[in-house]
């Protein structure tokens, strides 16, 4: 019990009192029932149907112009939790213009928020797509790992690893991602290995 109690004012002392156990109610709800505090539900928003430029296909002349008005609707539906709306209007931004690595991010975001083993696969195609497009998209490899963490297999937990070690590559001195591969790394070593 004195090696994990060192171990884990170690890990306080490098990452802060944000990593402790049931320090962060809203992004890890699963620790504050654990510690049993009630958990707030996350307000809804009513969905929304976003608007489809069907009549439009990639390259053709105003597609980029709806691209953008489509990620503008995807970027109001994230910021009022919305998240269905978000993924289907971030997903018509990709289809009228797929070269915007932003597009591809924004749906993926979406996607982790959804939380479905389909949803998550997507993000993960998704965050492949965006790093291909532009390899320095740090946001890419980020949200990436989390999408794999999420499908909690031993080998998506392998490849969450090596996306934050990506991402911190890129970003070294970011304590977050720093934390994230530290903690990933303790998972994967006392659940998978």
Aim: net charge negative.
């Amino acid at each position: 019990m004195g090696l994990f109690k060192e171990h884990n004012e170690r890990f306080l002392e490098r990452f802060g009192a944000r990593a402790a156990l049931g320090a962060n109610d809203d992004e890890r709800p699963w620790e504050a029932i654990a510690l049993g505090r009630e958990v707030q539900e996350q307000c809804k928003a009513p969905y929304v149907r976003p608007r489809l430029y069907r009549h439009l296909s990639a390259g053709e002349p105003g597609a980029d112009e709806a691209a953008e008005k489509a990620n503008e609707q995807a970027l109001e539906r994230y910021k009022a939790k919305d998240w269905e709306s978000c993924y289907e209007a971030a997903g018509e931004a990709i289809r009228l213009n797929p070269r915007r690595v932003a597009y591809y991010g924004n749906r993926a975001a979406a996607a982790l928020k959804l939380r479905g083993l389909e949803h998550l696969r997507q993000a993960a195609r998704d965050c492949k797509e965006a790093c291909a497009l532009d390899p320095s998209y740090v946001k890419g490899y980020v949200r990436s790992a989390e999408a794999h963490f999420l499908m909690g297999e031993p080998h998506t937990v392998r490849i969450a690893i090596e996306m934050y070690e990506a991402a911190f590559r890129l970003e070294p001195q970011n304590a977050s991602i720093e934390a994230a591969l530290e903690r990933i790394k303790m998972i994967f070593a006392s659940d998978y290995a």
